[in-house]
């Protein structure tokens, strides 16, 4: 590299944002780029059954539906907190949990940022309360499970000692059918506008 020449740490969104990762700003967040995005990241780093990939805009509809029903009659705002729960990945990707630890806590911080931006824009605060943060990890820990062992090849006792068996009533009438990115895309922005005009 150039003695002086700045590294570029922006990206171009298709919104024609200019988001940058090491300083995000709520002004640069559209949801219509985090859909976009996270319809095209997939989940278990592409090691899915099916003619698509698992992505992660389908993993944050599964656990905002997880998060209501463990949570019954919680507000819109927690909902919407739930459902974009992964939205830095629209930007950073999707990585196992192994390579995060790998990768140390540079990816933590740059994630803890982006996620503050996007609960800035969509009106949570910068950083959840401890307990919903908390209610929405145990929603990711049952869809964890159920991607496990309906689509990432995983056995039952497996996915037990990894992600804790969930409940009976937790996971009862979901199933997980992959499908195109474009219409997860059209899911996940639908979902966001209820739960907005809720709010």
Known sequence: MMAGRQVRAWQRMLSGRRLD??????????????????????RWNGQ??????????????????????????????W??????HDAPEYVIGDMISPVKAAVGPGYG????????????????????????????KAADRVSAWMEAIQIAGFSEQ????????????????????LLPPAQVRADFLDRHSALLAQM
């Not at 909902?79 to 974009?84: G, K, P, S």
Request: proline content about 7%; charged content about 25%.
């Open 21 to 42: 990762l090491l300083d995000p700003t709520p002004m640069d967040i559209e949801v219509e780029d985090i859909a976009h995005g996270l319809a095209f990241v997939a």
């Open 109 to 136: 911080a740059l994630d803890e940022r982006l996620a503050a931006a996007v609960h800035l824009r969509f009106g949570l605060p910068a950083v959840l309360p401890t307990e919903i943060k908390r209610a929405i």
């Open 48 to 77: 899915t059954r099916g003619d698509w990939p698992y992505s992660v805009a389908e993993h944050s509809l599964l656990v905002e539906s997880l998060f209501s029903r463990q949570n019954p009659g919680i507000g819109a705002r």
């Open 158 to 177: 497996e996915a037990d000692k990894l992600f804790g068996r969930p409940s009976a009533t937790d996971t009862r009438g979901l199933q997980i059918r």
């Open 79 to 84: 909902r919407m907190a739930a459902l974009l």
